[in-house]
């Protein structure tokens, strides 16, 4: 089953915040996020572990609830290079990296 | 230092005809993957293989077969296309368990079938 995100899609000026969350109905081990510019492949944004800590480097950052089952990335100051569909991936212990993706959220800064 | 590499880039079939997407990375990763992506639904997971010599189903299986030929390559085979499976392809890569790593992705293959 899918994860959900929230916001389906946000519209920014440079320099401001946002925050994405990923929720799952099932117990995760790891969330994975990753962000897609038009046309292009995803790209690896960062890992959070069960169990593990706060990740981030620059000014994007993301948290990790493994009780409620819930992730959120957190966007500061933003650029307009932020600008792209972003991805949750989730991983439940199946015993093998399955991912299952969320179905994006929709990221656009402007000047 | 390519990555991973997707051939063709794009295709057109019509329906009925057979098609193979070819993969192959040189980043000596075990596991292989398929997903497609459609408007709205992200990226599901078609087939995987997690080391040479296995492969397996994912989410969305149907009308698809896949082969894993050896370490490097993961090719994913439609044997009668249909538009339902109009979507763009990605081929992706991973060390045994993404607990601790990411997934590297191919650039894509976008089919149309009409």
């Known amino acids: 089953q899918q994860p959900v995100q929230s916001p389906q899609a946000v519209i920014l000026r440079e320099g401001e915040d946002a925050v994405i969350n990923c929720s799952s109905s099932k117990a995760l081990y790891s969330v994975h996020w990753y962000r897609q510019k038009h046309g292009e492949a995803p790209v690896f944004l960062m890992i959070l572990l069960k169990g593990g800590e706060q990740k981030g480097h620059d000014k994007i950052s993301a948290s990790f609830n493994e009780k409620k089952q819930q992730s959120s990335l957190y966007l500061t100051a933003s650029q307009l290079s932020y600008s792209g569909t972003y991805f949750c991936?989730?991983?439940?212990?199946?015993?093998?990296?399955?991912?299952?993706f969320g179905t994006g959220t929709r990221l656009l800064v402007s000047p | 230092n390519a990555g991973v590499t997707q051939t063709p880039k794009f295709q057109v079939l019509k329906t009925g005809q057979s098609m193979t997407l070819q993969c192959a990375q040189d980043m000596n990763h075990n596991s292989m993957y398929w997903y497609r992506q459609d408007p709205g639904m992200g990226l599901r997971l078609i087939y995987y293989s997690a080391s040479e010599g296995t492969t397996d189903k994912g989410e969305v299986p149907n009308g698809y077969n896949v082969s894993r030929l050896n370490k490097r390559e993961f090719s994913l085979r439609l044997e009668s296309a249909a538009p339902s499976q109009t979507s763009v392809y990605f081929c992706a890569t991973g060390q045994e368990s993404s607990y601790n790593s990411p997934l590297h992705f191919g650039n894509g293959t976008r089919l149309t079938v009409t």
């Open positions: 991936g989730t991983e439940s212990n199946t015993g093998f990296q399955k991912l299952v």
